[in-house]
């Protein structure tokens, strides 16, 4: 079966009438993976015993719209007896003894996990490249980056590998990767995910959602992992709408605001073509774009290295050596043990990151750094609250250019960092925010940003249906893939 | 301009060391991106509050009531040494004098 064809709904249909079986839907799910793993790495594990699992949920008989239907996890989610790394070397051997509870979640509702798909180490990169299991690539050209964080994610979707799958976003992880791939990737509001079991980053940043071909798919995802989590004290106790049930294409009269700033001098022709293109659809559907500014979106690269740094750089702390994972040898006491165990273990972007927060924190540079990006920050999310009191959406696009090269940025960590510029403002205000595909710029995707009010998810996911329906793009295969189905 | 013993004594806070030839490379690496952080300077923020999380901010309370989650036994699962069902570690006391 060719997986890039369907949708969780079409294969529910199967499902339900015996045209596949649920075993049959994850032995097929791993051939495949398997199959592409040499050109694509998108996955660091693979769960050999999902055939096992989706045989149960047969012979219960499939019950709801995920029962049967093979997700894969970014590696960052730990998954009870299945090897969690967020690829890093000093989580090489870590076995979950409990699983986030996005995984219960999808479990109760009978979804059957897959693997785990390679990110940059710690969720920290945009391109995968940073991962210690050696980067993904584009299916659309396989020289090219996937994007990152949840590069293995966005591939294994846009490969056909999976309908869904879960990623994490903390300044763009989930978004970048969803329009380098040319699939739909959606960050939830923070706290409407609870980050129990996410290997955190920068808690006050980190949320999970969801990426696939088609925003229908994401809606009926979102809707189950979505809800107040006792283990996690700031996810919402707010009701959980039915977002797939809600879908609507309906745009007349939503009004969508463009901030000139994201018109950014270092964005690529034909990226800007594309979301113009995308803009101009959605004028035509009835809905108003108007410009508006965002002053403060200049500083936000600068506020989010210093806070997503800092709150990593505590985070992070936890990896010692002592308790689990890599433990470095012939060490003469336990402080060596904690900094060899560190500095063997962790790679040199995730060091680059603890260095840069402890920094921030330490007597002599807290207040002119991690106060005061914490002040801008607050100035910041005024600017986008008072945005979104006028209007519905803003929009603007996901990123500054196409997929770049493998190896292009990786030596430069500030032309990387520059990268996020268009996706850390969401994440900075905790606003929900996807990105939908637009279009392609010689072969290569492109993504329009969609960005919302606080829980105002549903208003985020039709603007995206309405653009996807309109543009039919899920009906293109990957450049790098055709001709070898 | 970050020097290269800021750059040490950040590393020793830090839990990390790095090799002799890394170092430089590091310092000026670490130098650029904080050259770009610092341009924060400019802004004006007298009187702003700092944001250091999201969400509500409220409480949360539950009942003081102790839930028994793993077992001894799978919370040593990871530990790379455990000695009668103990973590064990290397000597907190520097031995080094002694040898």
């Keep these: ?32 993976i398997k199959a592409n793993e040499k050109k694509l790495n998108t996955f660091i594990t693979v769960n050999d015993k999902a055939p096992e699992a989706a045989k149960a949920i047969d012979e219960k008989g499939i019950e709801g719209p995920l029962s049967g239907i093979p997700i894969a996890y970014k590696d960052n989610i730990v998954t009870e007896g299945i090897k969690t790394t967020a690829a890093s070397k000093i989580l090489y051997n870590f076995m979950p003894v409990y699983s986030a509870t996005v995984l219960e979640k999808l479990q109760a509702a009978g979804a059957i996990d897959i693997g785990k798909t390679n990110l940059d180490e710690f969720a920290m990169g945009s391109s995968t490249e940073t991962s210690y299991y050696g980067t993904s690539v584009n299916p659309w050209d396989f020289s090219r980056v ?24 903390t300044g763009g992880s989930i978004r970048q ?47 189950v992992i979505a809800g107040h989590d006792e283990h996690d004290s700031t996810s919402s106790e707010k009701e959980v709408p039915d977002y797939r049930a809600n879908l609507s ?16 001098e270092g964005t690529h022709p034909d990226v800007l073509d594309n979301v113009n293109k995308a803009l101009d659809a959605y004028k035509k559907m009835g809905a108003t774009v108007e410009e508006v500014s965002l002053p403060s979106l200049k500083h936000a690269v600068e506020v989010y290295y210093i806070l997503a740094s800092s709150e990593a750089s505590s985070n992070l702390q936890r990896y010692d050596g002592v308790r689990y994972g890599f433990r470095a040898k012939d060490v003469k006491n336990i402080k060596e043990l904690f ?27 807290y207040d002119a750094y991690f106060k005061k990006a914490a002040e801008v920050r607050t100035i910041f999310i005024k600017e986008m609250t008072n ?7 803003i929009m603007g696009p996901s990123t500054t250019t196409p997929a770049f090269k493998i190896g292009e940025k990786v030596d430069d960590p500030l032309a990387m960092y520059m990268n996020d510029i268009l996706t850390i403002p969401a994440n900075l205000a905790g606003l929900p925010a ?33 653009l996807q329906e309109e543009n039919k793009f899920y009906e293109k295969i990957p450049t790098a893939l055709k001709g070898e189905d | 301009m970050i020097s290269k013993d800021e750059i040490l004594h950040v590393a020793a806070l830090a839990n990390l060391k790095f090799q002799d030839d890394e170092v430089d490379s590091f310092v000026n690496q670490l130098d650029k991106i904080v050259n770009m952080e610092s341009k924060l300077s400019s802004v004006d923020t007298t009187g702003i509050k700092p944001t250091y999380n999201m969400g509500d901010t409220n409480t ?35 031995k080094e004098d002694d040898e």
């Design chain 1, 177 to 223: 990767p969803a329009a380098f791939n040319g699939i739909f990737g959606i960050k939830p509001t923070y706290g409407r995910v609870s980050r129990w079991g996410v290997i955190a980053f920068a808690s006050s940043l980190d949320q999970v959602g969801v990426m696939s071909k088609r925003v229908e798919d994401s809606a009926t995802v979102l809707s």
């Design chain 1, 339 to 365: 900094v060899n165990s560190r500095s063997e273990g962790f790679g040199d972007e995730v060091k680059r990151r603890i260095m840069l927060g402890t920094f921030a924190l330490s007597a002599g540079a």
């Design chain 1, 146 to 169: 996937p994007g990152g964080s949840s590069g293995g994610s966005a591939a294994a979707v846009a490969a056909g590998e999976v309908v869904a799958a879960l990623g994490t976003d």
């Design chain 2, 60 to 94: 949360v309370f539950r009942e003081d009531k102790g839930v028994h989650t793993q077992t001894r036994e799978q919370m040593l699962e990871n530990v790379p040494e455990v000695d009668n069902n103990l973590i064990k570690v290397p000597t907190i006391v520097d």
């Design chain 1, 434 to 466: 996807a990105s939908v595909p637009a279009g392609l710029a010689d072969g290569l995707p492109i993504g329009l940003q969609i960005i919302g009010r606080p829980f105002d998810e549903q208003a985020v996911f039709n603007a995206a249906y309405a």
């Design chain 1, 1 to 32: 079966m060719d997986i890039k064809k369907e949708t969780i709904a079409s294969l529910h249909d199967k499902l339900v009438n015996k045209e596949v079986t649920a075993e049959e839907l994850a032995t097929d799910g791993l051939k495949q």
């Design chain 1, 249 to 264: 294409k309906d745009m007349s009269g939503v009004k969508i605001a463009v901030p000139k700033e994201f018109w950014h």
């Design chain 1, 387 to 393: 945005v979104l009191k006028d209007y519905d959406l």
